[in-house]
C-alpha cells in the first residue's frame, strides 16, 4: 500500500505561483506512476497532470496550458506539481494520486491523498 500526503497549498493572488508536494510512504515509490487531480466546489473531479514511473508526462492541456510542470524525485518518495501563472479558475482541492499504470482517468489510479486547499483571488 501507498499512502500520500500532499502540502503546499494556500492563498494566492492571480498570476502568482505555488509548488504542491506530495510525499508517498513505503518503498516501492518509484515504480508507481503518479498523478495531481482537482476538484473545485460543485464540480467533478479533474485530471491535471501525470508522470510515469522513469518521467513520461501528461497533461490537461485544455486547464493548464503549459503553466503547470509535474516532476518528481524518487530518493525523495515525493512528487511535485509547480503551477505558475495562476487564474482563480484554478481555485480547487488538489490531490495527488498513484498507480501501477499510467493514465488521466480517476478509475486508473488506486491510491489518494487528502488533498490540499489552492484558492487564487482575483
Known amino acids: 500500500q501507498v499512502q500520500l500526503v500532499e502540502s503546499g497549498g494556500g492563498l494566492v493572488q492571480a498570476g502568482g505561483s505555488l509548488r504542491l508536494s506530495c510525499a508517498a510512504s513505503g518503498r516501492t515509490f518509484s515504480s508507481y506512476a503518479m498523478g495531481w487531480f482537482r476538484q473545485a466546489p460543485g464540480k467533478e473531479r479533474e485530471f491535471v497532470a501525470a508522470i510515469s514511473e522513469r518521467g513520461y508526462t501528461i497533461y490537461n492541456v485544455d486547464s493548464v496550458k503549459g503553466r503547470f510542470t509535474i516532476s518528481r524525485d524518487n530518493a525523495k518518495n515525493t512528487v511535485y506539481l509547480q503551477m505558475n501563472s495562476l487564474k482563480p479558475e484554478d481555485t480547487a482541492v488538489y490531490y495527488c494520486?498513484?498507480?501501477?499504470?499510467?493514465?488521466?482517468?480517476?478509475?486508473?489510479?488506486?491510491?489518494w491523498g487528502q488533498g490540499t486547499q489552492v484558492t487564487v483571488s482575483s
Open positions: 494520486a498513484a498507480s501501477n499504470r499510467m493514465g488521466a482517468g480517476k478509475r486508473v489510479y488506486d491510491y
